[in-house]
């Protein structure tokens, strides 16, 4: 479905010259997969989903989605971007229904159809709450819902757990685990979260620190439905060796 070829970002500022985030970057994922990216903090991933999003321009490469160009092209697929996007000044329903108004949906209906899928997100008494009287995890629900509602067949996901505390954070992995089985989404997902990468995703690409390139594939052969008791099991270890070792470049 999503093909990256040979992507390469290069960023100029007067201050520090040529900067490449991101060299010659090839990666593809599947219709129904969960892919994940892991690498270390100013690798290029952000930048990787934004070229992606089509909000920035490759500085060379191309990316097609089901066999067309999308470089530099917005609104080809849903994307959550690493900070918080609800509107201080928007309930959680009026947050959520942006992108139906996007799309030209009217109020009403809009708010009908998100009102639907509140349940499944956990935030069906929390429709007319105001985003900061939401937990850290309700609020990044809420993000989910929002870009879920883009109706796009791929979502891009930029560290949506990063800055939930550890048992918040496996809340949400099992409820992303659930609703996943429900939506059937192709997603791609940016993390520095080993564990977090290997028991979400189907396959998952290392990448090493800047000038981001692929160091290594890894396949998670663990079935599905995924459980979080999975992440003792000696599979889930020897995956996390693998990866582990293509950080320190082992391998
Ligand atoms: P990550 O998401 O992996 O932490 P980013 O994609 O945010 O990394 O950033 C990669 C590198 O590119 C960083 O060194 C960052 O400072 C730089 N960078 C990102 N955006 C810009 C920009 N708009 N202008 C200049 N440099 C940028
Ligand atoms: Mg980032």
Redesign the pocket.
Known sequence: MLEVKNVTKV?Y?EQYGN?T?LENVSLFVEKGEFVSII??????????LEMIAGLLKPTSGDICLNGQSITGKKGAVAYMP?KDVLFPWRTIIENVTIPLEIQGVKKARARQEALALLPIFGLEKFADHYPDMLSGGMRQRANFLRTFLFRKELMLL?EPFGKLDALTKMQMHKWLLTILEQLKQTVLL?THDIEEAILLSDRIYVFSP?P?TIKGEVIVPLNRPRTQEMITSSTFIEIKKTIIEFIKGLT
């Open positions: 960023f500022s900067l985030a690498g270390p903090s100013g690798c290029g991933k952000s930048t990787l690493q930029d940016v800047r981001g």
